[in-house]
């Protein structure tokens, strides 16, 4: 975990100090150019599909189809001292394998809400505060066990919003944002979860048989730090790097125990209609614990958080609009 934490904040120094368009090297002759009041919004929906059948195949092997849906909303405005930028990104993921029941492999839906204040029109600080909402769409399984859900809509949601000052460049290649005050709610809507104390929300009290005395918490509210940082650019033409990496401890329980979100994904643009993604997603969240077999047979015992990390390839078809 802390070389991963180690690794963020490296990329994230790299980023203000060793690029051209970093804070210290910035042309300042861009930002006397008047701004004028502006919105500009934009659409894109995506579909990756991958298939694959064996017909007397002497290797062996399973036929499966795969597809990943997506889609992005961006409504952004601007203006000499303010600038407010709004996202809704959703993806949806399904797999299907010969002899196998369908299984879920992508499930999301966020919301980003980023209000920014310039003050001074030579400068690339802005004072800002920034919302951000997370669930998902259907019911998650520790597969091949689907009569048990282990996440469901709302079960968890995660509601981020603070305030505090952020690095920008106009042309949203990079950013720094740095809040001393954020608040972080996770919500936890399924009374069975929040029973088991799923996603760090307090359990249910049980007597002595195991029936419930008080039920487990729905939401569990925490203040803290937030860093994030995000940066852009076309590493040649066609293929573009897009990282973003969030930091957020809490102040009151287990201060310095960092939770992580960290994406870096690569874009291959065909044409104007198919491309390509590899993409790599790595989290740690101290409240997201982990089970292991007990010595008792069919029962489990908490394990601790462990690093979660996703790796993608997808090929498919974007339209903009």
């Known amino acids: 975990m802390k070389k991963i934490l180690f690794i963020a904040i490296c990329l994230c120094i790299q980023n203000l100090i060793a690029q051209p368009t970093s804070i210290f090297m910035s042309d300042k002759s861009s930002d006397l150019i008047e701004i004028q009041p502006e919105w500009k919004r934009n659409n894109k929906l995506g579909v990756d599909v991958s298939e694959v059948t064996f017909v007397n195949w002497n290797s062996g092997g399973s036929n499966s189809v ?47 809400s980023n209000l920014g204040y310039q003050p001074d029109s030579l400068s690339n600080w802005f004072y800002s505060a920034r919302l951000n ?14 009569d048990k859900p282990i996440s469901r809509l709302m079960a968890p949601g995660y ?5 505090g000052m952020e690095y920008v460049k106009r042309k949203e290649e990079i950013s720094l944002y740095l809040s001393p005050m954020t608040i972080k709610t996770t919500f936890v809507l399924d009374q069975e979860l929040a029973n088991t104390g799923s996603f760090g929300v307090n359990p249910a009290v049980l007597d002595a048989e195991g029936n419930v005395i008080i039920e487990g918490n729905k939401i569990h509210k ?15 033409e066609n293929i573009t790097l897009k990282h973003l990496v969030s930091l957020y401890t809490d102040y009151i329980n287990s201060f ?13 643009k065909v044409n104007s209609f198919v491309k390509a993604t590899l993409g790599s997603h790595i989290r740690y969240d101290d409240d997201v614990k982990t089970t292991k077999p007990s010595e008792i047979e069919g029962e489990f015992d908490e394990a601790g958080a462990k690093t979660q990390w996703k790796q993608f390839l997808g090929i498919g078809f974007a339209v903009d609009f």
């Not at 509601?159 to 305030?163: E, K, R, S």
């Not at 937030?226 to 040649?236: A, D, I, Q, R, W």
């Open 66 to 112: 795969s597809a990943l849906f997506n889609y992005e909303s961006h409504l952004n405005y601007s203006d000499k001292y303010f600038t407010w930028k709004n996202s809704l990104v959703s993806r949806y993921g399904i797999n299907k394998q010969q002899d196998r029941e369908l299984r879920k492999t992508e499930d999301i839906i966020e919301f980003n």
């Open 133 to 146: 909402f997370k669930t998902q769409f259907t019911n998650g399984y520790s597969y091949p066990d689907t």
């Open 159 to 163: 509601l981020f919003f603070g305030g």
């Open 222 to 236: 925490e203040v803290g730090v937030l860093v994030t940082n995000s940066y852009e650019k076309e590493l040649v």
């Open 256 to 268: 310095g125990n960092v939770d992580v979100d960290w994406q870096i994904n690569f874009d291959f």
